[in-house]
C-alpha cells in the first residue's frame, strides 16, 4: 500500500517546519516522533529497506496523534494524514493492531455490537457507576479508571451555575418559526456511533438550533459509522465499506447538505472521495456526496439566525485537531458562541494544540498522552473560564477526565449546546 504512495512520500524535503507543530515531537524530542521522522519510516517501508514488522515503524507509526497539525505548516503540502492511515494498515497487516484497537474497532464497525456499546455506555453514565467507580478504583487501574473518568466527565448542563442572571435550563422541542420566503435547505444529520451513543443530548440541540436556523430535517436511518475511526486505526478496508455505505443511505435523502457536528466525521466524509479515489464503482459518488457534507458551525455561520436569550457565563473554546487543522474551519465556533448575549468569551492558550485524545490514545498511551492532557487543562484553568466548549466527543472526554482529575468544576460542552440554550431563553422553541 505505501508502495503506491511514493509520489506522496517523495513530496517531504525534510525541511523541519513541521517540528515545532507536532505534539508529540515537542515532548520527546525523538526525532523518529515527529512527522518528517514518521515520513522517513515510510519510504523505508515502501522501499523495502525496512519491515513494516519492525517495532520501531510500529512504535513510532503508532505514537502519531493523527492530529495533522504538520499539514498546515508544511511548505510542500504533503498529505501526511492521508499517508498515516495507509501506514497504520500496512502496520496492522504486519500484525501491529493491539487488542484494545481491534475491540474498538469491532464495536462500531457493525450495527448490533454499536448499539450494545452504547447501550453500556449510557448505562454506567446515567446511573452514575462510572463517576463511582472512577472514585473508588486505586490509581493502579490506570487505564480503566481513565476510561471510566472518560465516560463520567461530560455532564451537559445539570449542575452548571451561571452568574445571577440566568435561569435554569428546561428541555425544549421543536422551535417556532414563521414561515421564510427562500426554499428552506433540506438537510441531514450525521448521527454517529459515539455521538449519538454517548452524546444524543448534542444531536438533539442540532436537530432544533437547524430547524431554529429555517432548515428542513431529512431522517436518514440507513445511515451509520462515519469510518474515521477505522481509517486512523489502520482498518482502511472496514473504512471503506463503511463509506460505500453511507453514500448510498444520504444519495438516496437527497439532501442538499449532510451535517455533521463531531469534528472527526466531517473530515472523514469531506474526504470520501479521496479515501474512494481509486475504486471507479464509488469515486465520483464519493465526490459528490463529499461536497455536500457541511461542519455544523461552519454552515450555521451560512444561515440566518435567530437572536437568542442571554447565557451568563465564561467561555473559552479549544479547537478539535479534524476542525481545525484537517477541514482548516478556525473561526466559526468562536464566532457563533461570541454572538450568544451575556457570554463572556476568553481565548485558550495553543487552543489549537491537540488535546492527547486522538481517539483512545489517552488510554493506550497514558503516559505521553497524560503529558498532552495535562498542558491543556492547565491552559483551560489559566482563563478562569466556567465552561470550555470543543465541537468533538472525542476532545469533549479527554478534556473532561482532564478537568476531573484536577478536582475541577469547569464543564465542557458542544458550542451547539450553548446556543440550543440561548434560543430556548429566547422562546424560540415551544
Known sequence: ???????????????????????????????????????????????????????????????????????????SGVQYGYLVERARTVSARAGGRDVLGRLLLLSFG?????????????LLRVGGLSAALYRLLPRGF????FGLGMLAAPRGWAGLREVPGGSTPRAASAPERS??????????????????ALFARVNRATERVLLAAGCELVPVPEQGCCGA???????????????RANIGAFERAEVDYIVVNAAGCGAMMKEYG????GDPEWAERAHALSVRVRDLNELLLELELPAG???????????????????????????????????????????????????IYGI???????????????????????????????????????????????????????????????????
Open 364 to 430: 493506550t498511551h497514558p503516559e505521553l498522552g497524560g503529558r498532552i492532557l495535562s498542558d491543556k487543562v492547565d491552559a483551560i484553568l489559566e482563563t478562569k473560564a466556567q465552561v470550555v466548549v470543543t465541537p468533538n466527543p472525542g476532545c469533549m472526554m479527554q478534556i473532561g477526565v482532564g478537568l476531573l482529575q484536577r478536582g475541577s468544576v469547569v464543564r465542557v460542552l458542544h458550542p451547539v449546546e450553548l446556543l440550543d440554550e440561548s434560543y430556548r431563553r429566547a422562546g424560540l422553541y415551544r
Open 229 to 243: 475511526l477505522h481509517a486512523h486505526g489502520g482498518a482502511l478496508d472496514e473504512s471503506g465499506s463503511l463509506a
Open 142 to 145: 490506570g487505564r480503566l479508571r
Open 309 to 359: 436569550g442571554a447565557i451568563e457565563l465564561r467561555v473559552t473554546y479549544d479547537a478539535p485537531c479534524h476542525l481545525h487543522h484537517a477541514q482548516r474551519i478556525t473561526r466559526a465556533p468562536i464566532d457563533l458562541v461570541r454572538r450568544i448575549p451575556g457570554i463572556e468569551y476568553v481565548a485558550l492558550r495553543q487552543a489549537e494544540e491537540c488535546c492527547g485524545g486522538a481517539g
Open 110 to 122: 457493525r450495527r448490533l455490537p454499536a448499539k450494545l456499546a452504547g447501550w453500556g455506555g449510557r
Open 1 to 75: 500500500m505505501l508502495k503506491d504512495e511514493q509520489a506522496r512520500l517523495l513530496a517531504c524535503v525534510h525541511c523541519g517546519f513541521c517540528l515545532t507543530a507536532c505534539p508529540t515531537y515537542n515532548r520527546v524530542g525523538d526525532e523518529a516522533d515527529s512527522p518528517r521522522g514518521r515520513l522517513h519510516l515510510m519510504r523505508a517501508v515502501a522501499e523495502g529497506r525496512l519491515e513494516a514488522s519492525a517495532p520501531a515503524f510500529r512504535r513510532h507509526i503508532d505514537r502519531c496523534l493523527g492530529c495533522r497539525a504538520c499539514e498546515p505548516v508544511c511548505p
Open 274 to 277: 479521496e479515501q474512494l479515489a
Open 179 to 196: 414561515p421564510s420566503p427562500r426554499r428552506a435547505p433540506r438537510v441531514a444529520v450525521l448521527q454517529g456511533c459515539v455521538q449519538e
